[in-house]
C-alpha cells in the first residue's frame, strides 16, 4: 500500500494548483486523508484533513482559499489550492491513516510535492 501523489508547480501569487493523492493498493478502511506541508527551516505543518465518515479541517491560513475533495470511489482527496500566497511555498506531503486487509492500521505518507509561488 502507498499513497501517490501528484501536481505541484511554480505559479505567481494570486494564481492556483491542484494537487491529488490517491491510494494504491488494497486497504480495508481509510480513517483519515489529507496534506501536511514543510516550508524549509520550519516544522511539518497541517494544511487540511479529511475524515471518516466526511468531516475536514483547514489550518487556518488556508481557509477560504483552498478545499479538499474526497472521491471514496477513487479512495483519493485532491486540494484546489486558490488565490496562492507567497508564504504558501512549501513542499506538500499526502498523508493517510489506513487499515489494511487485516485491520491493521498505519500511517502513510507520500512522496512530497513542490508547491512555489513567487510574487
Known amino acids: 500500500v502507498q499513497l501517490q501523489a501528484s501536481g505541484g508547480g511554480s505559479v505567481q501569487a494570486g494564481g492556483s494548483l491542484t494537487l491529488s493523492c490517491v491510494v494504491a493498493?488494497?486497504?480495508?478502511?481509510?480513517?483519515?486523508m489529507g496534506w501536511y506541508r514543510q516550508a524549509p527551516g520550519s516544522q511539518r505543518e497541517l494544511v487540511a484533513m479529511?475524515?471518516?465518515?466526511?468531516?475536514?479541517n483547514y489550518e487556518d491560513s488556508v481557509k477560504g482559499r483552498f478545499t479538499l475533495s474526497r472521491d471514496n470511489d477513487a479512495n483519493m482527496v485532491s486540494l484546489q489550492m486558490n488565490n496562492l500566497k507567497p508564504e504558501d511555498t512549501a513542499a506538500y506531503f499526502c498523508?493517510?491513516?489506513?487499515?489494511?486487509?487485516?485491520?491493521?492500521?498505519?500511517?502513510?505518507w507520500g512522496r512530497g510535492t513542490q508547491v512555489t509561488v513567487s510574487s
Open positions: 498523508n493517510a491513516h489506513l487499515f489494511d486487509r487485516y485491520w491493521v492500521g498505519a500511517d502513510y
Open positions: 479529511w475524515t471518516s465518515p466526511g468531516s475536514t
Open positions: 493498493g488494497t486497504i480495508a478502511h481509510t480513517r483519515t
